[in-house]
């Protein structure tokens, strides 16, 4: 099986993720923002891996491209975010963010597996950490109303809060072999 990972990553979540994905399909490790592939030609399994941003995935036109002209390649999304994605207010976040990054000729081809990776407070560029200002707001009233995730993520704010974990992408590794 041939197998190319490709992501997008602002602080290095999704690009570590990438890498571990990489070595355990023994595949080639792409930033989409670096070598956007021509196309999948003579790839089995495409997959990109990309963070969350304010509710939206960062724009993944690069791997859509050559998705849509690559009918016989299996493709792979997964997306990685700061919240739990087992929460609801999480889950409808990633269902929308998903179902907008997917061109309509890829909604019964593209399958998604979610992920968590962290936030890098120290090290965050002006704009995320003003937005992450506002966010936490909401944040901390949630946590206030007995949201232990919330209170999770407030916990860390001006930390670097780092849930990733390689052993997460372990259904993301059986669907890509199966
Ligand atoms: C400005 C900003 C906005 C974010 N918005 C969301 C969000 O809407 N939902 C979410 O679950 N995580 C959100 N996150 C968390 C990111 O998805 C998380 O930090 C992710 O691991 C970043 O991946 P990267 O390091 O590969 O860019 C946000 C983080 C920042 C800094």
């Known amino acids: 099986m041939i197998a190319l990972v490709t992501y997008r990553s602002r602080y290095g979540h999704s690009r570590r993720y990438a890498q571990w994905l990489a070595e355990s399909l023994s595949a080639q490790c792409v930033d989409l923002d670096e070598s ?6 003579g790839v ?19 791997f859509m491209k050559p998705a849509i002209a690559a009918p016989a390649t299996k493709l792979i999304g997964v997306t990685v975010c700061g919240g739990n994605p087992e ?16 061109p309509t000729e890829l ?12 936030i890098d407070y120290p090290n965050l560029h002006f704009a995320d950490r003003t937005i992450m200002k506002f966010a936490n707001q909401r944040i901390k009233q949630q946590a206030r ?3 232990a995730d919330a209170a999770e993520q407030v916990a860390g704010i001006g930390k670097h809060l ?9 259904p993301v590794i059986a669907y890509a072999r199966s």
């Not at 929460?87 to 997917?102: C, E, F, M, P, Q």
């Open 36 to 41: 956007p592939p021509a196309s999948f030609d």
């Open 44 to 62: 089995d399994v495409a997959v990109v891996i990309a963070p969350i941003y304010a509710g939206s995935l960062l724009d993944l036109d690069a």
């Open 87 to 102: 929460s609801a207010d999480t889950k409808k976040i990633l269902d929308g963010a998903t179902a907008a990054a997917t």
């Open 107 to 118: 909604s019964n081809r593209m399958r998604w597996f979610h992920l968590r990776g962290g």
């Open 145 to 147: 109303g007995g949201d």
């Open 162 to 170: 780092d849930h990733s974990n390689p052993d997460a992408l372990a």
